[in-house]
Antibody, heavy 119, light 107 residues
């Protein structure tokens, strides 16, 4: 059974940093593209970042480029999102999502972790 | 950036009724269109991929159609558990984008 378990969310002041983790199990993690998607309170879904199976290619939304860094440790089956220079508008539930074998869509989502940026 | 416009924003229906949800793209996304369902307090769940393929475990009352710029998600007969928010998403071009969602609520 595929499981994606996010952690690391919490309350942080504007300008601060946070690192999110997503522990994966139930599938060969190193073979799949992984992503982060966020959802601000009461709002829709926003794609944030994607990393290739090897970690060699990364992609970012303009809204987080230069501030967030996606990475993965295939030996630990874990996906990360390092978030720096956080802003109030980064407040959201952050979901990790697994790609399908065809890499054409997300097929599994984690339960999410809430990040609140506030003074 | 490809903009996905979903309509209507909200639809009020009764169990047993048919729901037809629309997703229109600002430019062609071929068939790289996915539908996800989200219930309150829960993570999204994959429903339909490649515009018309049901994901594993998704009931046959859910169907998707369309290509290019116009897509439809149809729920043939609403069950109580189908009242939720539905999002379309494209992965044809970077950045990947989502529609703003259609809420299907109980009338």
């Amino acid at each position: 059974e595929v499981q994606l378990l996010e952690s690391g969310g919490g309350l942080v002041q504007p300008g601060g940093s946070l690192r999110l983790s997503c522990a994966a199990s139930g599938f060969p993690f190193s073979s799949y593209v992984m992503s982060w998607v966020r959802q601000a309170p009461g709002k829709g879904l926003e794609w944030v970042s994607t990393i290739s199976d090897s970690g060699g290619r990364t992609y970012y939304a303009d809204s987080v480029k230069g501030r967030f860094t996606i990475s993965r440790d295939n030996s630990k089956n874990t996906l990360y999102l390092q978030m720096n220079s956080l802003r109030a508008e980064d407040t959201a539930v952050y979901y990790c999502a697994k790609d399908s074998p065809t890499a054409r869509h997300f097929d599994y989502w984690g339960q999410g972790t809430l990040v609140t940026v506030s003074s | 950036e490809i903009v996905l416009t979903q309509s209507p924003a909200t639809m009020s229906l009764s169990p047993g009724e048919r729901a037809t949800l629309s997703c229109r793209a600002s430019q062609s996304v071929s068939s790289y269109l996915t539908w996800h369902q989200q219930k309150p307090g829960q993570a999204p769940r994959l429903l339909i991929y490649d515009a018309s393929n049901r994901a594993t475990g998704i009931p046959a009352r859910f169907s998707g159609s369309g290509s290019g710029t116009d897509f439809t998600l149809t729920i043939s007969s609403l069950e109580p558990e189908d009242f939720a928010v539905y999002y379309c998403q494209q992965r044809s071009n970077w950045p990947w984008t989502f529609g703003q969602g259609t809420k299907v609520e109980i009338k």
